[in-house]
């Protein structure tokens, strides 16, 4: 099937051809047709299937014969609410660059930066509005917004939406769109919240799933180690001089595992930054920008900071902390083997983490390939480290007085 099959106009054509697009993927070929019905639609689909030109070109597509604003300006008449600032970002890049040959125009707005020059471009009007729920709120709430127009919702990446803590937010936004709206509802993984998200604001909704929500890219070699959690960051050091080579995203699941393993890997001649969710956007965006130019090699992020964003050709993902929910491991190794390339997953794991591989392994139907061969083994009979007080409470026995404030006292006798 190529894109003209998916009856998109030639202006829209265009500019596919330009980013160099051939086919389009299977969930393009599923959502298009169904979102140019004008039909409410649930997508299941991983990171780098093409989500994004699956919702913004049949939108463009749907406004294109009403792109000229009327003498007030334009209403906004599409809004894409992302959970992330950098997501937020790139779904704006994919929309001004679909949208080369018309007139329709795009913005978009996020917090963590300056509202003021947000505020000027939204005043001159624009058909399509990109936002992050927190700002898009502030911005309602001071006047500076009218959902009033809204012809498509479009929520994306809504099972990172609800984990972090928006579900009052999406639900506050849709209702402040009006009700005839088509509403389209993107997201990695449907667990039973997104299911019930969906089921109260989508209207006889049309399902695309494309490949399993488990499914891992056959192209990823999948490696684990097993090391106790405090030789963690020598194991890494090793791997990164022996094994581990080229362009790497490390994942921690923190902020302050972030900035550690960072500031080790400086210290030992690496070219690393990181991105997490206490950065400013400006630092994140720096941080990205030197990764993508190649600047530095190594990029160290939480899961948060990291979902959604776009970087090709990845030489290997390394999980240096393995995470509690198992779609997230999904995701992480998503990043690499793109495109039909192959990549690397290597992950590290100490024994409190040992049942996270189990949950891993279920869903993806896999057996990790376990690396026994380095320096730092855990003994398999080790038992997770629980860290405990070594205080047992007062060396004083309730209600008895210490010699020496006995010897203290006067006595009147």
């Known amino acids: 099937m190529s894109f003209k099959d998916l009856q998109l106009n030639r202006p829209i054509l265009r500019a596919i051809a330009q980013k160099g697009y051939d086919n389009p993927t299977l969930v393009q070929e599923k959502a298009i047709p169904l979102v ?65 040959h018309t007139n329709l125009t795009s913005t978009v707005i996020f917090g963590g930066a300056s509202i003021e020059p947000q505020i000027e471009k939204l005043k001159n009007g624009v058909d399509i509005l990109i936002a992050t729920p927190g700002r898009l709120l502030d911005l309602h709430k001071q006047d500076q917004i009218n959902l009033d127009y809204i012809e498509t919702l479009v929520l994306d990446e809504a099972d990172l939406m609800l984990d972090m803590g928006f579900i009052d937010d999406v639900k506050k936004i849709e209702r402040l769109c009006p009700s005839t709206k088509q509403t389209l509802l993107f997201s990695a993984t449907i667990p039973y919240k997104v299911e019930q998200l969906a089921s109260s604001i989508l209207n006889q909704p049309k399902r695309i799933e494309v490949a399993q929500n488990s499914s891992t890219s056959k192209n990823v070699n999948q490696l684990l180690y097993f090391v106790p959690k405090k030789d963690k960051i020598e194991l890494c050091l090793h791997l990164l001089r022996n094994t581990i080579k080229g362009h790497i995203i490390i994942f921690r699941r923190t902020k302050y595992g972030v900035d550690k393993l960072e500031k080790t890997l400086l210290k030992n001649g690496y070219k690393a930054d990181s991105i997490h969710g206490d950065k400013s956007q400006t630092a994140r965006q720096e941080a990205l920008n030197k990764f993508k130019k190649k600047e530095v090699n190594i990029l160290v992020a939480t899961d948060v900071a990291a979902r959604g964003i776009d970087i090709d050709n990845l030489d290997a993902v390394v ?95």
């Open 319 to 413: 999980n240096f902390d393995l995470p509690n929910v198992p779609e997230t491991y999904v995701h992480r190794i998503g990043r690499t083997a793109r495109a039909g390339q192959s990549g690397m997953a290597y992950s590290l794991c100490s024994a409190d983490e040992k049942s996270y591989v189990l949950d891993i392994q279920k869903l993806i139907h896999l057996q990790l390939d376990v690396m026994d061969d380095h320096p730092y083994p855990l003994d398999p009979k080790a038992k997770p480290i629980v860290h405990k007080s070594k205080k047992t409470g007062s060396k004083h026995k309730k209600g008895r007085k210490s010699e020496a404030s006995k010897k203290k006292k006067k006595r009147w006798y």
């Open 36 to 100: 140019l019905d004008k039909k409410d639609v649930i997508v299941s689909a991983q990171t780098g299937t093409g989500k994004t030109a699956a919702f913004a070109l049949p939108i463009l597509q749907l406004l294109f014969d009403r792109q000229e604003g009327p003498k007030k300006g334009k209403k906004i008449k599409a809004l894409v609410v992302s959970p992330t600032r950098e997501l937020a970002i790139q779904i704006a890049e994919n929309f001004t660059s679909y949208a080369t």
